[in-house]
């Protein structure tokens, strides 16, 4: 009497069986075996096996197609993320820096680029006050603002802060200053000045602590004129050195008639040098 496989049914003689049934069990089995198989005959040379559903043995042969796969050698680094530059066409996209986010970008060949988060800041150049002041060129146009920090100012003599734009002494510049000390509030304006300068605002020599914050927004725009927020702390004296060593609170907005780029910040003295400090640029996104 014929039993069948537990896995594919397939029917096999048992140990009972006489001769005659047995056989005819085991023509029954090659029946059934051949049948299963049956998808797997045929085929060309390179072809691979795939399967058509989720029935056992379901199979068919296809075109092995490896130009079509993703091969490992299209990464090469770790970080590496894989990309498209069109349909059907990927690509490898290299890691960012650390820090960095994946941002779309329609004018990358990949659609995708690696950017700094928003709101971070990158220190792009620092260094001691000098005698000549802080004078800082080159400076690259991939930031939506710099953030300027003189920090521990100390002069030789009570004098203002004098700062220029791309080396520009043209009568450009415009501003606004607000200035407490002694519980008052003075202000001053004026327009097409040659430089900018501190009115009142002024670090008293020898005295430490001073510092004067700068922040250059929308600096690298080609279309548009410039603004720049400057704010201090400090020990001071006014233009005549009154009320020298008093602690003074300045908030100044000033104008730059230019379209171009800021690419160049000069930070001096309308008088005497630096007698110490240091100055910190930082790159805003």
Not at 57 to 85: C, E, H
Not at 248 to 266: K, P
Request: glycine share 12%; proline share 2%; aromatic share 8%.
């Amino acid at each position: 009497m014929a039993t069948t496989t537990p896995n594919f049914g397939w029917s096999v003689p048992t140990s009972t069986d006489l001769v005659k049934n047995g056989a005819t069990a085991i023509e029954t089995l090659g029946d059934s075996i051949d049948a299963s198989f049956v998808g797997l005959k045929g085929g060309t040379t390179g072809q691979v096996l795939s399967k058509t559903s989720a029935t056992d043995l379901a199979f068919t042969w296809v075109a092995q197609d490896d130009s079509n796969a993703i091969q490992n050698a299209i990464v090469d680094a770790k970080g590496d993320l894989i990309t498209a530059t069109a349909n059907d066409t990927p690509a490898r996209l290299a890691v960012g820096t650390n820090g960095q986010t994946l941002v779309a970008d329609s004018t990358t060949a990949t659609g995708l680029a690696w950017a700094t988060a928003g709101g971070s800041m990158t220190s792009i150049a620092t260094g001691t006050l000098s005698s000549t002041g802080v004078n800082l060129s080159s400076i690259a146009a991939t930031y939506k603002s710099l953030y300027l920090v003189l920090d521990n100012v100390q002069v030789n003599a009570i004098v203002g802060l004098r700062i220029s734009i791309n080396g520009s002494s043209s009568a450009i510049y415009d501003y606004l200053t607000y200035d407490g000390r002694a519980g008052a509030v003075r202000s001053a304006a004026a327009t097409s000045e040659s430089n900018i300068e501190y009115t009142y605002y002024r670090p008293v020599t020898g005295n430490n602590g001073n510092i004067w914050t700068m922040n250059f927004p929308n600096y690298a725009s080609t279309t548009a004129f410039k603004t720049i927020s400057i704010r201090g702390e400090g020990s001071c004296a006014d233009g005549s050195g009154t009320g020298a060593g008093a602690p003074t609170m300045s908030d100044n907005t000033y104008g730059v008639r230019t379209l171009s780029a800021i690419s160049t910040i000069n930070v001096g003295l309308s008088s005497s040098t630096y007698a110490g400090g240091t100055y910190t640029l930082y790159g805003v996104n």
